[in-house]
């Protein structure tokens, strides 16, 4: 009886902590979007180029969301020329990924640069 007392009360407080956990992040979560989270333009740059290296090659739909990201943001970025390269040069050398990230990462070649 004791074993299965202590056995549930470890369960109880384990699940509570979890919950816990999870309703403090989900709180943490909605501040951020009430904030609207501001960054540097300075951050901004860097995360963006950091984001693109980080996935430029991956085979996951990491692909598909960079390409969305630097697309919707592509007008700001001061790197436009190096991610350009850096995607043709990944591309020729057969290290983009599978088909489908190459054809996502082809969307990016297609666009207009400011000459950042």
Do not use: P
């Amino acid at each position: 009886m004791f074993q299965t007392t202590v056995w549930f009360a470890r369960v109880t407080v384990t699940y509570a902590i979890v919950v816990g956990l999870q309703k403090t992040r989900q709180r943490m979560w909605l501040n951020m979007e009430k904030d609207n989270m501001k960054i540097s333009e300075d951050e901004f740059q860097t995360l963006h180029v950091q984001s693109f290296r980080y996935c430029l090659g991956r085979k996951t739909y990491a692909v598909s969301d960079c390409v969305s990201f630097l697309i919707k943001y592509w007008s700001l970025s001061r790197y436009q020329k190096l991610i350009q390269t850096e995607v043709y040069e990944a591309i020729q050398t057969g290290n983009a990924g599978m088909a489908m990230d190459v054809a996502q990462w082809n969307l990016i070649l297609n666009l207009e640069t400011n000459g950042g």
